[in-house]
């Protein structure tokens, strides 16, 4: 949206308000609004948390019960069944990979859908819009940081202790945090206009998860079509969280910077895209 200041009186007391008129052309992001409307985004970012857990009994226990439910049936059915060979790594710490991907896919899922759920507010009253999707995007953090209780508690079953590559593993959190919030904000601007997206976007995540080595090492891909894995930004954020955690090998330089580019693209690429959409939001929704 643009504003134009405007002067209601001569009168040296007169305040002056702001008249919102539509956009037009590529609207460039505003910044200096983002950081003026700063507080707010910290109001929208303590109700998202609390109201991720209202009326609930067990509250953020289920944050923790649900990965660790995942990862022991997993580790059933493909470590016990199906016997994907991880290595000297027993599969259940291997499938801690699944903590990264439920923080993407919570942060996703929640920053497509922020619009449409904050359409009672966008309706009253002026704010900037994209604090929605931000908000809904960093808040399942809390719920990622809950999940290492896992870790800790599997590193404890198996008597081992974590890599001192744990130090890298906020860098590859935030790789996770950027790309979550790319393809959020496309996904926002797209919910809006065809709620059918709202439906495909839940497939779409779970087809992403085996399209993902989250499940089984990248070397149970065929070496010829290892490069596809790289086109995946969360790729490198899983096997990169699995460095830091257990010392397993390294992505490539190659992979990373790939995912970083692509991260950084759908982010820059999303918010010009959201900034364009932004004018007809709210007559839409």
Not at 97 to 119: D, Q
Not at 169 to 175: D, E, K, S, T
């Given at each position: 949206m643009q504003h134009e200041q405007v002067l209601t009186s001569p009168i040296p007391r007169a305040r002056p308000h702001w008249r919102i008129q539509p956009s037009r052309g590529l609207v460039p992001i505003d910044f200096a609004e983002l950081w003026r409307y700063r507080e707010l985004l910290y109001r929208f970012l303590w109700r998202d948390f609390k109201a991720r857990y209202k009326q609930t009994y067990l509250g953020p226990f289920w944050a923790i019960f649900r990965p660790f439910a995942s990862i022991v049936i997993f580790s059933i059915i493909f470590g016990g069944l199906a016997k994907i060979s991880t290595g000297k790594?027993?599969?259940a710490l291997f499938a801690l990979g699944l903590l990264p991907w439920t923080?993407?896919?919570?942060?996703?899922?929640?920053?497509?859908s922020s619009i449409l759920n904050s359409s009672g507010l966008l309706q009253k009253v002026y704010?900037?819009?994209?604090?929605?999707?931000?908000?809904?995007?960093?808040?399942p953090l809390v719920d990622f940081v809950l999940t290492l209780v896992i870790a800790v508690g599997l590193f404890a079953y198996y008597r081992v202790l974590p890599s001192w590559h744990i130090v890298f593993m906020?860098?590859?959190?935030?790789?996770?945090?950027?790309?979550?919030?790319?393809?959020?904000?496309?996904?926002?601007g797209i919910m809006v206009r065809y709620r059918d997206a709202g439906y495909a976007l839940p497939f779409a995540i779970q087809l992403g998860m085996y399209l993902t080595p989250v499940l089984y090492p990248a070397t149970f891909i065929p070496e010829r079509y290892r490069w596809l894995l790289a086109l995946n930004p969360v790729t490198a954020v899983i096997e990169g969280f699995r460095w830091t955690?257990?010392?397993?090998?390294?992505?490539?330089?190659?992979?990373?910077g790939v995912s970083i580019a692509v991260g950084i693209a759908l982010l820059i690429g999303g918010l010009y895209f959201f900034r364009r959409t932004e004018r007809t939001i709210v007559d839409m929704i």
């Amino acid at each position: 949206m643009q504003h134009e200041q405007v002067l209601t009186s001569p009168i040296p007391r007169a305040r002056p308000h702001w008249r919102i008129q539509p956009s037009r052309g590529l609207v460039p992001i505003d910044f200096a609004e983002l950081w003026r409307y700063r507080e707010l985004l910290y109001r929208f970012l303590w109700r998202d948390f609390k109201a991720r857990y209202k009326q609930t009994y067990l509250g953020p226990f289920w944050a923790i019960f649900r990965p660790f439910a995942s990862i022991v049936i997993f580790s059933i059915i493909f470590g016990g069944l199906a016997k994907i060979s991880t290595g000297k790594i027993p599969y259940a710490l291997f499938a801690l990979g699944l903590l990264p991907w439920t923080y993407f896919s919570s942060a996703l899922t929640g920053s497509a859908s922020s619009i449409l759920n904050s359409s009672g507010l966008l309706q009253k009253v002026y704010f900037p819009r994209l604090y929605a999707p931000l908000s809904a995007a960093v808040t399942p953090l809390v719920d990622f940081v809950l999940t290492l209780v896992i870790a800790v508690g599997l590193f404890a079953y198996y008597r081992v202790l974590p890599s001192w590559h744990i130090v890298f593993m906020p860098a590859f959190i935030v790789l996770a945090l950027v790309t979550a919030l790319g393809f959020g904000i496309w996904f926002t601007g797209i919910m809006v206009r065809y709620r059918d997206a709202g439906y495909a976007l839940p497939f779409a995540i779970q087809l992403g998860m085996y399209l993902t080595p989250v499940l089984y090492p990248a070397t149970f891909i065929p070496e010829r079509y290892r490069w596809l894995l790289a086109l995946n930004p969360v790729t490198a954020v899983i096997e990169g969280f699995r460095w830091t955690l257990l010392g397993t090998k390294p992505p490539s330089l190659t992979a990373v910077g790939v995912s970083i580019a692509v991260g950084i693209a759908l982010l820059i690429g999303g918010l010009y895209f959201f900034r364009r959409t932004e004018r007809t939001i709210v007559d839409m929704i």
